[in-house]
């Protein structure tokens, strides 16, 4: 981006709830049925037919009013949002407008540069998703599956308190964990469960007021929404410079291209005429009901993090991502508890080489091959020094690969550490006697040659000596009598 | 005694004994259908084989002993209530060939009841008329006299049981429409408590109005009726957990010493002066009964006809949003792209008075208009709410006549809205409110019914009953007939 | 309030009805009447008024069970529908 240009960013991301049943409706919710088969006369927006509120709904937007430390209303209201669109059954989204179930809570984000930032959170309401579109295969025409509309959603509204495109998909990320923690959303990405919508706008640095922003619809992986972002900033920043003017409109981003561009179903400017739902009575909720809510909250990454530096001694980076899922935190915790300690050894094997196994076969740490206790019982082996920490990496893949426990292969393979001096000595003093020129050349002077007998022995060893051991062993034997 | 002057109660009582069966009761119905409805224009629907079956099933139920008080008994459903299996207009070419897959409550706790469905009653065009004119189907004509109105919407319910062609039926009343055509016709007419009938399956017009109803012979059969209708439901949160009454055994409470709130509101210079004479006697008489009588204010009720006409097609405009031609419903032939499916389905589908009210309603939410309009209405509604809730700190009831002039003729008032819309002054208060109210017959002006109109205070049905009731054991209003036959009835 | 054609046009637009060049002048003229009608409720005196959206505003919305209880029955409900292909409601061509 150009300097002397300041990005402002706001983010509404819509997490589908994590009910079983629809929002105002007793279908199923359940991912990819066949088309309609998941739509009752209410999602269908029949004639006659009433919305009526789910109360796990309700229950999970509270609880995601209460980790943000925001306002649950004791009282919000339900309006409807008119518009038509094919994919709207009634012409109309049930949503909330004037009175949202949550308003004004905030979430701290962590830059690479490990800056922590606080982004704001305007409103969080619930309202209910739309179907789907479809238009492959089918011509001239657009076939519309409604099992998706009536989904819950709840649309989680910032501040446009973000600067850049990294900000933003930091405090995405961030609420992306937070809601999966909570378990009211499966955070599935690929399925629509997680998108946003992004606000972008541009101004001369310093200036103080807003511009005029476009607003990036449908935005479903971090990825999509760091370059849309990018792209847009550029294309605002250079849309004025070269004497343009920002228009107020909806883009969409064309992820095949890496543009945006602007929405022709949207063109015209929309007049939704909210109004309160007749059908829906104000949602009251009781302190008690709050409270009740509040008790049943799990521990939140941000207290979890915490807690990780004060009590492992880990650094906020390492914290931070050991707490991006409530699932991996579980994993480390559980690898710590079987080990009974060495949190900073677990730390870098959690992030380091099963994560590396992980990634590579595409799993996350759900779907792992080596549990906890199983990472616990490799680990107790180094630390005990029964193998080095390059022959455990190895015993980590058989594990992975065989479902064997780490001891069970350390023995089957013979990897038990070489610890016996006298072993250890005799194997020396052959590879000296072995190469005499080295051994001459070092003892006059050249250090360098130290590393080649260390590579020597471990090579002589397959691996399996204790490479403290060998060091000091070496140092002491290379000097000469 | 023939079986179609028989009241609900009766006939009830008929079938337990077995006096008759209700398949005989039934095809005595059909046959007074077949011959009387060309001239009424009243069912849109006859479902005469589902009612001879639903009626052999009554008399299996009732030769069994079982069976409650209105097994048996047939019913005709104004044509807002979605029946399953069985087509449902709402009055509109929107719906013409729409056929429900599903039963509204109403439908279904009725069934349940025992009750055989005779068919579906003709209306203004989703209940949006006050004379039944604005119906695809055509006018319903009052059987007092064909060259008038029944009223409207639920003119064709009115119809039916006024002219014996079914025992009772029921209605759906947004701002009079149960009320203003039992007047018409010389019938009793109960809009209860919103939230005390379930809306589910009812076709929405203005959901914060609309509540579901009864047109009958009398207070008592009207009390049968809401007793099996009435109740919560959990397919409508708007409809109230609080239990249902035996309105029929509470009908004998004694009205001395009742106080009754005459609104001065109600008698100024728009109510034609025989309709006004034949209410002031219906007034004396309760004094009569040993009533009190004391004239309350309720200023801001004037007011009431232009929020009624703010708030209504507001929720209209929206609610009526999901007839877009993709789903169910009318589907403009060839559209060339969607807008044209939306627009042409829709311009198509919905007949005039429909698309007038739509517009009101799309105008008073757009942005500039919202605060002015729908804001200043809801809070004018408020006002009202209010006037109400103080008249009934001093009064038990409130009465006044149900609509201003008996039936009009056909075409009468058509060419203005603002004049049709003035039909429904007195009616339109108790629904802003979401009170219960009923209108009993007091009175033939010109050989043309009256109604007098009890309005209570939230959930008393049981008292506007039984103050009915009282009235219907000391005169015989209710008990007049249309002249018979009905041109062409046997 | 006097509404021109042009602005039954745009309200017919919103509303997406159409309305013959023919009937724009009658509506025009019927609605800015009712329109004119309901103005009279800008004399009320409403300062400080809470709006009143619903008749039963004191009451407390209630709340459904997070339960499963429809079945599948799209081949009923697509009998209803004007176009369908493979489970699909049909429209023309949505451009987004």
Request: net charge negative; glycine share 10%; aromatic share 6%.
């Amino acid at each position: 981006m150009s300097s002397g240009w300041e990005t402002v960013i706001g983010l509404e991301i819509h997490a589908q709830l994590a009910t079983r049943s629809k929002i105002f409706s007793g279908a199923a919710t359940a991912f990819g049925a066949p088309p309609n088969a998941q739509a009752c006369l209410v999602d269908l927006g029949y004639p006659g037919v009433l919305p009526v509120l789910n109360r796990e709904a309700v229950r999970m937007a509270v609880r995601f009013g209460l980790a943000i430390g925001a306002t649950v209303a004791p009282r919000s209201v339900f309006a409807r949002k008119n518009y038509f669109y094919p994919d709207l059954p009634k012409g109309y989204q049930i949503s909330q407008y004037e009175l949202p179930i949550v308003s004004g809570g905030a979430v701290g984000i962590v830059l690479e540069d490990g800056t922590h930032k606080r982004i704001g959170v305007t409103r969080a309401h619930l309202e209910e998703d739309a179907g789907k579109s479809l238009h492959e295969g089918l011509g001239e025409l657009t076939g519309i599956d409604l099992n998706r509309a009536g989904t819950p959603l709840l649309e989680i509204v910032s501040e446009p308190e973000l600067r850049s495109a990294r900000d933003a998909v930091a405090y995405m990320k961030k609420i992306h964990t937070l809601v999966r923690y909570l378990g009211i959303c499966d955070g599935n990405m690929q399925e629509g469960s997680f998108r946003c919508d992004a606000n972008v706008s541009v101004r001369r640095a310093g200036a103080q007021q807003l511009g005029t922003r476009c607003e990036i619809k449908n935005l479903n992986s971090f990825r999509f929404v760091e370059k849309a972002i990018h792209y847009e900033v550029g294309r605002q920043v250079e849309l004025i410079e070269g004497g343009g003017k920002v228009v107020q409109e909806t883009r969409l981003y064309d992820s095949d291209r890496g543009v945006t561009r602007s929405m022709r179903s949207k063109e015209e400017a929309n007049d939704y005429r909210y109004f309160p739902d007749p059908d829906l009575l104000p949602l009251v909720l009781e302190p008690a009901f709050v409270e009740e809510v509040r008790a049943t909250l799990p521990e939140l990454p941000d207290q979890k993090a915490a807690r990780f530096v004060r009590d492992h001694g880990l650094s906020d980076y390492d914290a931070g991502v050991l707490t991006a899922s409530r699932e991996l935190a579980d994993y480390y915790e559980g690898v710590l508890g079987v080990l009974g300690g060495e949190p900073k050894l677990v730390a870098n094997w959690v992030m380091g080489e099963l994560a590396g196994l992980l990634n590579r076969d595409g799993l996350e740490i759900g779907g792992s091959r080596v549990g906890a206790a199983g990472l616990a019982g490799l680990l107790k082996r180094i630390s005990d020094g029964t193998i080095s920490g390059k022959i455990a990496k190895e015993v980590l893949e058989a594990m992975w690969d065989e479902g064997q426990a780490a001891d069970a292969i350390i023995e089957a393979r013979g990897l038990r550490q070489i610890t016996d001096t006298s072993a250890l000595e005799e194997t020396i003093t052959q590879v000296m006697a072995a190469n005499p020129g080295q051994l001459g050349d070092y003892r006059a002077g050249k250090d360098k040659l130290f590393g080649f007998f260390v590579g020597q022995v471990m090579k002589a060893t397959a691996g399996k000596a204790n490479p403290a051991q060998v060091n000091e062993l070496l140092r002491r034997m290379l000097a000469g009598p | 005694m023939k079986l179609h002057e028989l009241t609900v109660a009766e006939l009830g009582r008929g079938l337990r004994e077995r006096e008759f069966t209700s398949v005989e009761l039934t095809r005595h119905y059909l046959a007074r259908i077949a011959s009387g409805n060309a001239a009424l224009n009243a069912f849109i629907t006859v479902t005469a084989e589902r009612a001879l079956a639903d009626a052999a099933a009554a008399d299996q139920r009732l030769a069994r002993g079982e069976g409650g008080l209105l097994t048996g008994v047939p019913l005709a459903h104004k044509d807002i209530f979605c029946t399953d299996g069985v087509l449902t207009t709402c009055g509109s070419r929107m719906l013409a060939k729409f056929v429900a897959p599903y039963d509204a409550t109403v439908v279904e706790r009725l069934a349940a009841a025992g009750m055989v469905l005779l068919g579906k009653t003709n209306m203004d065009e989703f209940a949006m008329g006050s004379s039944n004119e604005t119906s695809w189907f055509g006018p319903v004509r009052n059987p007092w006299d064909l060259a008038r109105v029944p009223g409207g919407s639920s003119g064709g319910s009115a119809a039916v049981v006024a002219a014996g062609l079914a025992p009772v039926a029921t209605g759906t009343d947004t701002g009079g429409s149960i009320r203003q055509p039992a007047a018409l016709c010389g019938l009793t007419g109960l809009k209860p408590t919103y939230g005390r009938v379930s809306r589910y399956g009812m076709i929405a017009f203005a959901s914060s109005l609309d509540q579901g109803g009864v047109l009958a012979r009398s207070a008592l059969d009207a009390a049968l009726l809401l007793a099996a209708m009435a109740g919560p439901d959990p397919r409508d949160s708007t409809c109230i957990e609080r239990p249902v009454s035996d309105y029929a055994a509470g009908l004998d409470r004694p009205i001395r010493g009742l106080r009754i709130g005459i609104i001065r509101e109600f008698f100024g210079p728009g109510l034609e002066a025989g309709t006004g004479a034949a209410v002031q006697a219906a007034l004396d008489g309760f004094r009569k009964l040993g009533a009190e009588l004391v004239e309350v204010s309720l200023p801001n009720l004037p007011l009431s006809v232009p929020t009624y006409y703010v708030v209504a097609p507001a929720e209209c405009s929206s609610n009526l949003s999901r007839f877009d031609g993709v789903r169910f419903g009318h589907r403009c032939e060839e559209p060339r792209d969607l807008r044209d499916l939306y627009e042409r389905s829709r311009g198509e589908g919905f007949g005039a008075e429909v698309k007038r009210r739509i517009m009101t309603g799309t105008y008073v939410l757009s942005a500039g208009y919202y605060d002015a309009y729908y804001l200043k209405a809801q809070q004018v509604r408020s006002l009202i709410n209010a006037d109400f809730r103080r008249a009934f700190a001093e009064v038990d009831v409130l009465m006044g006549p149900t609509s201003p002039t008996p039936a009009f003729a056909l075409g009468a008032k058509t060419d203005d809205p603002i004049t049709m819309y003035l039909n429904d002054i007195y009616t339109i208060g108790a629904n802003l409110a979401g009170l219960p109210a009923i209108s009993v017959p007091c009175g033939l002006v010109g050989g043309l019914p009256v109604g007098l109109q009890v309005i209570g205070s939230h959930f008393a049905e049981e008292l506007l009953l039984a103050v009915a009731h009282a009235w219907q054991r000391e005169t015989d209003w209710h008990g007049r007939r249309p002249p018979e036959p009905v041109r062409g009835a046997p | 309030m006097t509404l021109t054609r042009r602005d039954v046009e745009n309200i017919a637009h919103l509303a997406r009805l159409q309305i013959g060049a023919g009937e724009l002048p009658a509506y025009a003229d019927s609605l800015s009447r009712i329109l004119g009608f309901v103005e009279q409720l800008a004399a009320a005196d409403t300062a400080g008024v809470l709006p009143m959206a619903h008749p039963l505003e004191g009451e407390i919305q209630r709340l459904r069970a997070d339960e499963v209880t429809e079945t599948d029955r799209h081949e009923r409900y697509q009998q209803d529908a004007p176009a369908v292909e493979a489970g699909l409601y049909l429209v023309p061509k949505v451009i987004e």
